[in-house]
């Protein structure tokens, strides 16, 4: 299995389930919300992959405490290039893409990446329904029971899967219990 987590922060705890490959999405260090800044003058401002700057919204100790969190918990460093970072334990391999708003910021490196997963990880964030054309089809769903799954933005992956339960094969909840398996988004609670 290959997982998809959009929206990952320095949440870690997907990395105890039995998938063997991560593909880590995060809009951090640059902005802790996508594509949306503040300079320092307090202008909202939003933005493109070029123009890119340090701003109200940016998270610089980002990267330096995501190294620490994973060093935490076994991971090493195996390879940095551009706009990501792999982790391995030997067992697990993390890719983290950052400063990668989803769905504005992807590129070929990613794209390539995520036609191989098959698996949503949203814990915490509403990834954009766009998600869904890039992997493949009928994904396992994983969430949790810290987050509410029936309250929706615009391009919202959560409305179309309530919407439409059959284009998931199998919902899975992280819960403090354990893994509980789940016939559609909406038996989710928190």
């Known amino acids: 299995m290959k ?5 990952a922060g320095l949440d870690l705890d997907p990395l105890d389930l039995p998938i063997n490959e991560f593909i880590y999405i995060d809009s951090q260090p640059f902005s802790e919300h996508g594509t949306h800044a503040y300079t320092e003058s307090y202008e909202a401002i939003t933005c493109t992959k070029k123009t890119r700057f340090r701003n109200l919204f940016s998270r ?15 991971y090493n460093i195996i390879n940095r290039t551009g706009d ?9 391999k993390i890719k983290y893409y950052y400063s990668c708003s989803f769905p504005e910021f992807v ?6 990446d995520l036609k191989t997963c098959d698996t949503i990880i949203a814990c915490g964030h509403d ?29 919202s992956l959560f409305k179309f899967i ?29």
């Open 60 to 74: 610089p100790r980002f990267l330096e405490n995501l190294k620490m969190s994973m060093n935490k918990k076994g």
């Open 84 to 92: 990501f970072i792999v982790f391995t334990n030997n067992t697990k």
């Open 107 to 112: 590129e070929d490196n990613l794209l390539n």
């Open 3 to 7: 997982a998809v987590y959009i929206g």
């Open 162 to 190: 309530n919407d439409n339960p059959r284009i998931i094969c199998k919902y899975l909840q992280m819960t403090n219990e354990g893994i509980i398996t789940r016939n559609s988004l909406k038996e989710f609670t928190i």
């Open 127 to 155: 990834p954009n329904v766009a998600v869904l054309d890039y992997i493949k089809p009928r994904p396992q769903f994983i969430g949790n029971d810290n987050t509410c799954y029936t309250e929706f933005k615009e391009d």
